[in-house]
């Protein structure tokens, strides 16, 4: 820094430090801009969905997809960790949890009117939108409009930011299941307090953090963690779900363990729409299981 006296109580500041509230100022600008943008998309619903896939990790076929919200404009894509935290700050995760399961409902339902598509659609939805009330509102109206059972329907709560409220929280999830939907713990063991939320909350299905699936093909004691709760979940009757399946390695190592589902870029990248449905209407499966090997024509997002 190059600071000039001119005088007693004043200091010129000048040379890099000079620009830095400058810089601050615009980045607080372009902040406040990127929350203007996002929040004008949300209310005309224009992000869009993309589906990631789940399959049976023994079989290899799908059983579920999980919706994903995306933000495309005409610079490029916005990814969702550049748009996610300041959609928490500024209130606005209800409303894009609910567009997001509006839109992925009514694609569910178009897709089960093909005869023998049975798919799972996973929405995820954060503690703030469960507590908030209008999101559950939401998924079970879409659903009834829709004609799409809610019993196929999972909503996955993330267990990598802390639940405030775990009364409110676990009465929104009672409402949950008392209107047929499951419940899915999300990133399990990743952060909060997991076997305490596995213990007070209504959870049907636990998803293992890809953080236990990393690594573990060449580990002894991450396979003896990854089977340890893998065991947890079955012993509280839940279907368990491994996520970060990046690898054939990995997918034999979660199959070891017992893991009833699998989840990852080794199985299926996120689909666009159109991709969705090309899959689903060639009956897709995971290379190496039974079906067909994933279409050409099925579009990963990008």
């Not at 300041?86 to 089960?112: F, M, N, W």
């Amino acid at each position: 820094m190059d600071a000039t006296d001119r005088g007693p109580g004043s200091v010129v500041v000048s040379g890099d430090d000079a620009a830095r509230p400058t810089a601050a100022a615009s980045g607080v600008a372009a902040d406040a801009a990127l929350v203007a943008r996002l929040r004008r998309a949300v209310e005309l619903g224009e992000l869009e969905v993309d589906y990631q896939p789940i399959v049976d990790a023994r079989s290899g076929r799908w059983v579920a997809v999980e919706a994903l919200a995306r933000w495309r404009t005409a610079d490029g894509v916005v990814p969702p960790d550049v748009f996610v935290p300041p959609a928490e700050q500024h209130g606005l995760v209800p409303a894009l949890d609910a567009l997001v399961a509006r839109t992925a409902i009514a694609e569910a339902a178009r897709l089960a009117a093909a005869p023998g598509d049975e798919l799972t659609l996973h929405l995820n939805v954060s503690a703030a939108s469960l507590t908030d009330g209008h999101v559950l509102t939401a998924i079970v109206e879409a659903a009834t409009l829709h004609g799409f059972p809610t019993e196929r329907i999972v909503i996955e709560v993330t267990e990598t930011s802390p639940v405030v409220d775990l009364e409110g929280t676990r009465d929104a999830l009672v409402e949950a299941r008392l209107a047929g939907l499951g419940v899915a713990l999300d990133d399990f063991s990743a952060g909060h307090t997991s076997l305490h939320l596995l213990a007070h909350l209504p959870i049907t299905m636990l998803k293992l953090d890809r953080g236990l699936v990393t690594g573990a093909a060449t580990s002894r004691r991450w396979q003896r963690l990854l089977r340890v709760f893998a065991d947890a979940g079955r012993e509280f009757g839940t279907v368990v779900v491994a996520e970060g399946v990046e690898t054939a390695e990995d997918l034999a190592v979660v199959r070891a363990a017992g893991c009833d589902q699998a989840q990852g870029y080794h199985l299926a990248r996120p689909l666009t729409t159109a991709g969705l449905r090309a899959a689903t209407a060639a009956s897709v499966a995971l290379p190496g299981g039974p079906g067909r090997p994933l279409p050409p024509a099925a579009h990963p997002a990008e």
